[in-house]
Structure formats: C-alpha cells, structure tokens
C-alpha cells in the first residue's frame, strides 16, 4: 500500500501488511521475523487452496504470530476481502496493545469500542503515530 488513500477500499492483507511493516519499522526483532518467515507452511485452508501468495506469507505469519489477528472463525484469513472499519478499529487497538506490552509502556487497551474509550479512530491512528508504531503514517 502506498501512500494514504483514505477513500480507496482496503483489503485485509493490505491491513496485515501494513500492521506488521510497522512493527518491523519499530523493532528490529520484527523486522527479522519477517525475513525468518518468508517459507513458512501458514497452517489455514488458503494455504493448500492457493489463496494465500508466497509473498503475503511473513506478513501474515508475524501477524497471525502477535495475535493481533487469529483469522475468521473456520480459520480462513480472506486476505483479498475489504476490511471494514470495525476489523480495522480491533485490529489496531490489538496492534498497539501488544506494542505497548512489547516495549513496557503503561498505557495498554483493552478491545472495546472506540466511543468506549472516549476515542475516535483518528486519535487510535494519532497515538499509533505518535507512539511510534506507524512512523511512515505521516498524519
């Protein structure tokens, strides 16, 4: 994914790519994990029906890894299906959660609503930014 395209449809694998090149950009472990994991045999039911390519798998190994997504539940990830703002707003609460647990920061999240939190998505993708989870996000 190249540059903010806020209107344009964003796939889950572009979502997963995006969560982990920014781990990656944040800490060097992730980064070699990445590397580490371009052969990997990803256990889902694409794998064996093709429908996760070679080159999406170290982003959905260090994703699926973290726990910040574990797939839908018949264990299908869906890679080229759009990702809702509801799979986005989890997904990125769960991704800074566990950057925060990884670098000892205090504040941690809990999966809750946004509004729960007293929080826009726009704020969420601030304080990634700001933490330094996404500093490529440039908002």
Not at 14 to 30: C, P, Q, R
Not at 37 to 42: G, I, R, S, Y
Request: with cysteine; aromatic share 10%.
């Amino acid at each position: 994914m190249n540059g903010f395209q806020p209107d344009k449809p964003m796939t889950r694998f572009e979502m997963m790519k995006w969560m982990a090149s920014g781990l990656a950009a944040s800490d060097k472990s992730f980064k070699q994990a990445l590397a580490d994991t371009a052969n990997t045999l990803l256990p889902t039911p694409e794998t064996y029906k093709g429908g996760i390519a070679d080159k999406q798998v170290p982003f959905i190994a260090v994703i699926r890894g973290t726990g910040i997504i574990t797939g839908m539940q018949d264990g299908m990830f869906r890679p080229a299906d759009p990702v809702s703002k509801a799979e986005l707003a989890a997904s990125l609460l769960r991704c800074l959660d566990y950057h925060h647990f990884v670098n000892g920061y205090s504040k941690r999240y809990k999966f809750v609503r946004l509004e729960e939190l007293g929080m826009s998505l726009e704020a969420a993708i601030a304080d990634a930014y700001d933490t330094g989870y996404m500093p490529h996000l440039g908002v």
